[in-house]
Each structure stands twice: as structure tokens, then as C-alpha cells.
């Protein structure tokens, strides 16, 4: 099978980024609008038309529409027709780059015609929501590898994180690409920040069935990058007295109870890590009240609850498939079960290492 190798692939994948991060910033410069809503409080998507119409609508779903059922189905395609991974690109993996690249300047194009994203038609928390539930599914994945609290695996059920490896990169292409299309592409700080960051996922998302998906330097950094996000965003937001310390020091927090034990660091390096994370916390709520100190929990505590409720929702879904597959098999006097052979682990799935944030 054909395979690209690529020298320096996360030099290439950063620098893209950074471009279409500044052709982000010139298309918000031609698209800025002076007739916007007032601003209504957190629940309110600030960068919306007013007055929305059939064509602005059709101009944002039919382009989201589009990208993620081609995402979907070149996921769909590598999974049952190429299933093994390589040192190199595959040719799929090139024409994924391709696509993404291609809905990236179409999404651009769209702003500057129509401006509308999906905002005008749903929550702003269903777009923080696909976020969460993409963090939350990587913690449940990567619990085999790495753990879940300091190290230590929970005692979450086998079958479901394995169906979460098989699956996750349908319900991942789906978060970016949401979430991608859910904004127009204006320049304030925040967007640029965040259509950053998506891209660099969307590239990840690309790199399905290659080692370079499975780095872990890499995945690990593309997991912290929402704390530099989250922190970043708030502060701009509401300045250094407003609640960036509860996504600075909440995702903080997860790294440090659980991210950082998965890339082979000495427990030297990581206690010291730890003791940095507390005298930072002591440091920053000496000024600012430790009566506000409990913020620094609430990230850590919504996201591993979510872990053990994604795990109680899914289980009984897992067992009733199961069983009819089995019986169905049964019934057919069938051997082996195909959904569960090796050669089914699916888009980033299996035990190839590294977080896997399709």
C-alpha cells in the first residue's frame, strides 16, 4: 500500500494553521458589521444577523452538511477499506487534508457572502457542549493507557471504552466540524484563538490510521491547548479579575490529575509539576480571595462525573447491541463476529498509544 512520509509533519500542520488563521483575520476585516444585537448576556451568540434570512440559513447548514457527511464518510471508507496503520500518510489521509482544507476556504467564502454561521439557529452550549464531550470521551479512551487519577485506571467497563475507540472519530469529526461551522470567521481575539485551534484538530482528524495521529507529545498538547484557549478567552473577556482561573486552573487541574501521566515522564518531573500547579493556585487566589477558590474545581469535577455517566448511558446500549448481534449471528450460524475482530478497531482505535483526538 502506498504510504507519504512527511519530514516534520506537526512544523507543517502549525504553520498551515497559521496561515489560515490570518486568512481568518483578513476575511473578518471585509465581513466587520456595525448593525449587530447588543450583546444579552452569556446564553447570547453576539455575532449573529439580525434579521437572518432563508439563504443566509442555507448558506451556513448546506456547508456544514456537506463537510461533515465527507468527513463522515472518508472515516467510513478507512475504516473498512484501509484498517492499518503506517509510518506515512495514506492516500486517504491526503484526500481528508484535502477536503478539510477545501471546506476551511468554502466556510471563509461564506462568511464574507452570507456571514451567518449556525449560531443563528442554536445554543451557544451546544457548541461548548460538543467541546466537552469530546475531552470527556478522550479521558474515558485513554483510561487503559494512562488512568484516570493520577495514574490509576478506574474501573470503568471494557466494552464500552473499547466501542468509544471504534467509534470516537464520527462523534469527534462531528464536535470540530460543529463547532467550526457554528462561528462566522471574524477576527476578535477569541475567534482567531479558537479557529487556531480547530484547525489544528481538523488536521489531526486527517491523520487517522498513521503514527503521526498516535504521538503523544503531540495529542497531549492538542488536549492542553483548550486550557491556553479557555484561559485566554476569559481573560480578554472579562479581564484579570474575571473567571479565567476557573478554566486556567480547572483544566489545569485535569493535567495534572490525569494528562500527565501518560507521556513517560520520572515521578520526580511530575511531583514537580504538581507543587508548581499548587503554589500557583496559592499564589493567584492570595490576591484575588481564597473564598473563590472552589472555581478551580468545577471543570474537573462536571468533566470526570460526565466520564462516569457517559459510561452508565452508553453500557446498557452496548449490552442490548450484543446481545442481538449475537443472536442474530447465532441464527445465521456465522463464525466470528466481524464488528469485533482486530481488524475492526476502527479509525483510532486499538492500542497504537497516544491520545486520539480524531
Request: aromatic share 14%; proline share 4%.
Amino acid at each position: 500500500m502506498t504510504t507519504y512520509r512527511v519530514r516534520h509533519p506537526y512544523v507543517w500542520i502549525i504553520g498551515v494553521s497559521l496561515l489560515l488563521t490570518g486568512a481568518v483575520w483578513l476575511t473578518g476585516l471585509a465581513i466587520a458589521r456595525d448593525d449587530l444585537l447588543p450583546d444579552a448576556g452569556p446564553s447570547w451568540y453576539y455575532w449573529q444577523l439580525p434579521e437572518p434570512t432563508l439563504l443566509t440559513r442555507l448558506s451556513a447548514w448546506g456547508g456544514y452538511l456537506a463537510h461533515q457527511l465527507a468527513i463522515w464518510g472518508i472515516i467510513y471508507y478507512a475504516q473498512t477499506r484501509v484498517r492499518t496503520y503506517s509510518a506515512g500518510l495514506h492516500p486517504i489521509n491526503v484526500i481528508a487534508l484535502a477536503t478539510n482544507f477545501g471546506f476551511i476556504v468554502l466556510h471563509l467564502a461564506q462568511s464574507l457572502v452570507f456571514y451567518d454561521g449556525l449560531a443563528q439557529d442554536v445554543s451557544i452550549y451546544s457548541s461548548q457542549g460538543s467541546v466537552i464531550a469530546l475531552l470527556v470521551v478522550v479521558l474515558l479512551m485513554e483510561n487503559r493507557r494512562r488512568g484516570l487519577f493520577f495514574g490509576k485506571k478506574a474501573p470503568l467497563s471494557k466494552r464500552v471504552v473499547e466501542v468509544a475507540r471504534r467509534y470516537h472519530g464520527y462523534l469527534f469529526s462531528w464536535a470540530i466540524v460543529y463547532t467550526f461551522w457554528y462561528h462566522p470567521a471574524e477576527n476578535s481575539s477569541g475567534h482567531l484563538i479558537g479557529f487556531f485551534y480547530m484547525f489544528l484538530l481538523l488536521a489531526q482528524g486527517s491523520l487517522f490510521l498513521t503514527r503521526y495521529h498516535t504521538n503523544r507529545a503531540w495529542t497531549l498538547t492538542l488536549e492542553v491547548m483548550v486550557l491556553v484557549h479557555g484561559a485566554l478567552v476569559a481573560l480578554m473577556q472579562a479581564g484579570p479579575t474575571g473567571f479565567w482561573p476557573m478554566f486556567f486552573f480547572g483544566f489545569a487541574g485535569i493535567f495534572v490529575i490525569t494528562q500527565m501521566h501518560g507521556v513517560g515522564w520520572s515521578l520526580r518531573t511530575r511531583w514537580l509539576i504538581g507543587a508548581g500547579y499548587v503554589l500557583g493556585v496559592v499564589g493567584v487566589y492570595f490576591y484575588r480571595g481564597y473564598d473563590r477558590i472552589d472555581e478551580i474545581v468545577r471543570i474537573p469535577i462536571i468533566e470526570y462525573a460526565l466520564v462516569f455517566v457517559l459510561v452508565l448511558l452508553v453500557w446498557p446500549v452496548v449490552l442490548v447491541v450484543d446481545a442481538v448481534v449475537d443472536a442474530v449471528r447465532r441464527r445465521r450460524g456465522s463464525g466470528t463476529d466481524p464488528q469485533r475482530s482486530p481488524q475492526a478497531t476502527g479509525v483510532g482505535g486499538g492500542e497504537a498509544g497516544g491520545s486520539k483526538l480524531d
